[in-house]
């Protein structure tokens, strides 16, 4: 069951992805980066084949700061 679902982290404007085969990892960077609003940032190796992506959203409204 572990194999259909990947987990996620959110830390400001960094996207953490945890998927637990290849197949998972080509799916997530496709949906992640084809809109444009993320790119990839690399992967860690974790256990056999689970690995961390990482991606960062381009247009972060919250790091720019609200006008008055």
Request: hydrophobic share 35%.
């Amino acid at each position: 069951m572990k194999d259909d679902f990947v987990n996620l982290k959110v830390s400001g404007n960094l996207i953490q992805v945890i998927c637990h085969n290849e197949k998972q990892q080509q799916k997530v960077i496709k949906n992640m980066t084809e809109p444009g609003k993320c790119v990839f940032e690399g992967y860690e190796h974790w256990e056999d084949e689970t690995v961390i992506l990482t991606f960062r959203v381009l247009d972060y409204v919250d790091m720019k700061p609200s006008q008055n």
